[in-house]
């Protein structure tokens, strides 16, 4: 049966677009802006206090690992003295690797940071799906893909770009499955730790061409309609129906773009009983025909980018 959380990564396709290692020493004060991209940070050894999105500060310490899904602002000083009064200019160490901080002495902190930008039309609602800060802390699997990561990074072997690729991949699964604070937060995670809601989710990811009626994914979810309607909209933050033709839309837009199937295969196989109903839904949803969507998108393609190491933090 296919898996919801994963369906959602895959539909995401993160694609590395800077990292780096930092290690800093003494006072320092980082304060940079984005435009949404997704940021992770993982502290490797020390510690330190990060505000993303004007929320916190959040001490992080070695083995802690966060991920903000849309970032906007970003602030990171030292911990355990005053921060200082200006921004910090950071020194350029090698390639990929820059110091905050006293230019001499020991590192205090060492982290790696980076962003990574999701390669989805769908973004901005398969993101509104995840919580917005997912703070992992100390788990041994972490710590180990941290490591493998953090090597990874460092070296210049072939296929780093693909590794990097797979590990931050990796690390974005494990840190949705791990996240600790699921049942604050509607969408795709809280639902999925939803006993009975779960079972829908999983059902619509599975048959996603099966005209679902609430009534049928409630029987299944030994549910009455009103309660599962009540449960669904409450746990995934949408209705049961706006959920599924999110989906159908997704695959049907990820076909358009990454496959050579025609528009009526592509209709028949999402639930559509002709190419020119799934016109008018895809129209409706989209603002585009299909045609139209799929020679936008193919144009607009490009090779997966290589990792760009730029040397502005973050």
């Known amino acids: 049966m296919p898996d919801p959380l994963t369906d959602i990564v895959t539909l995401l396709n993160p694609k590395p677009t800077r990292a780096k290692l930092v290690e800093g020493c003494g006072q320092w004060h980082i304060v940079r ?3 949404g991209e997704a940021f992770y940070c993982a502290v490797l050894e020390g510690e330190c206090l990060i505000t993303v999105n004007g929320k916190g500060p959040t001490l992080l310490v070695a083995g802690d690992f966060i991920l903000i899904p849309a970032a906007y602002t970003f602030e990171n000083t030292n911990a355990g003295t005053a921060r200082p009064a200006n921004i910090t200019v950071p020194s350029v160490i090698g390639e990929g690797h820059v110091r905050v901080g006293a230019t001499s002495g020991p590192a205090e902190l060492v ?7 999701f390669d989805t039309p769908d973004k901005q609602l398969i993101v509104s799906l995840l919580p917005n800060e997912i703070l992992i802390k100390g788990q041994r699997r972490f710590i180990t893909l941290l490591e493998l990561l953090r090597e990874e990074s460092r070296a210049r072997r072939p296929g ?5 690729l797979q590990l931050l991949q990796l690390l974005l699964v494990e840190s949705l499955r791990s996240h600790y604070d699921l049942a604050k ?3 795709i995670l809280k639902g999925l730790q939803h006993e009975k809601i779960a079972i829908a989710l999983h059902l619509m990811h599975e048959k996603p061409g099966v005209e679902w009626k609430i ?4 029987r299944h979810a030994a549910m009455s309609r009103s309660a599962f309607f009540a449960a669904f909209n409450e746990t995934v933050g949408m209705p049961p129906g706006q959920y599924l033709l999110f989906w159908r839309m997704s695959l049907a837009k990820k076909a358009l773009v990454s496959s050579k199937e025609k ?3 592509i209709a028949f196989r999402i639930g559509y009983q002709s190419a020119s109903a799934f016109t008018v839904a895809f129209t409706h949803y989209m603002g585009v025909p299909p ?3 799929r020679r936008q998108n193919t144009i607009a393609q490009r090779p997966l980018p290589e990792l760009r190491e730029e040397l502005a933090f973050p």
């Not at 982290?111 to 930008?117: A, D, K, P, S, Y």
């Not at 009534?215 to 409630?218: D, N, T, Y």
Request: glycine content about 10%; overall charge negative.
């Open 291 to 293: 045609g139209v969507f």
């Open 185 to 187: 937060t509607a969408g």
């Open 160 to 164: 780093r770009e693909v590794v990097l």
């Open 215 to 218: 009534a049928q994914l409630a």
């Open 263 to 265: 528009i009526e295969q």
């Open 111 to 117: 982290m790696l940071v980076g962003h990574c930008e």
């Open 33 to 35: 802006e984005s435009l």
